[in-house]
């Protein structure tokens, strides 16, 4: 049985500030990715309070959701077997002080709240987090 799975990844306002969009989408191509559909938008902080509202209760929440609407965003539907795993032991650490070497948020990651990249941490919350962003 094929377990190709697609997951949704958003390259954060610290990245695509540094120009960084590009480069990273390489990575990703590099690392067996395919890049099903992408979308370099601005959101709402009301909408970023939607996206992250499994971390309402954070401490974090409120400053999460203002720079995630801070600046433009590329959101992105990446596809591999294992894609939503794959996803995340690329992107590495949340904290990029943690993550291992060749990852992404060790290569770019400013500190843990502008860490560069977002990655669906589940199948079931990557359809949503998909159709968030692509369902039209
Ligand atoms: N975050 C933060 N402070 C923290 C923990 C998390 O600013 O103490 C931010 C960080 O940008 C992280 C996002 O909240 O990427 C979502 O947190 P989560 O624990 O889901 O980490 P992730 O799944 O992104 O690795
Ligand atoms: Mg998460």
């Given at each position: 049985m094929s377990n190709i799975e697609q997951t949704l990844s958003i390259i954060k306002p610290d990245a695509v500030e540094r120009n960084l969009d590009n480069e990273i989408k390489q990575i990703f191509i590099r690392s067996?990715?395919?890049?099903l559909k992408e979308k370099k938008i601005q959101i709402e902080k009301s909408e970023a309070e939607k996206f992250y509202k499994v971390h309402?209760?954070?401490?974090?929440y409120n400053d999460l959701c203002s720079y995630l609407s801070s600046g433009p965003i590329v959101a992105m539907i990446l596809e591999k077997k294992n894609g939503v795993a794959e996803n995340r032991k690329l992107m590495g650490a949340t904290n990029p002080k943690d993550a291992e070497d060749g990852t992404i948020r060790k290569k770019y990651g400013i500190s843990i709240d502008k860490n560069s990249v977002h990655g669906s941490d589940s199948i079931e919350n990557a359809k949503i987090e998909i159709d968030f962003f692509f369902k039209d």
């Open positions: 067996g990715f395919n890049i309402e209760t954070k401490p974090f």
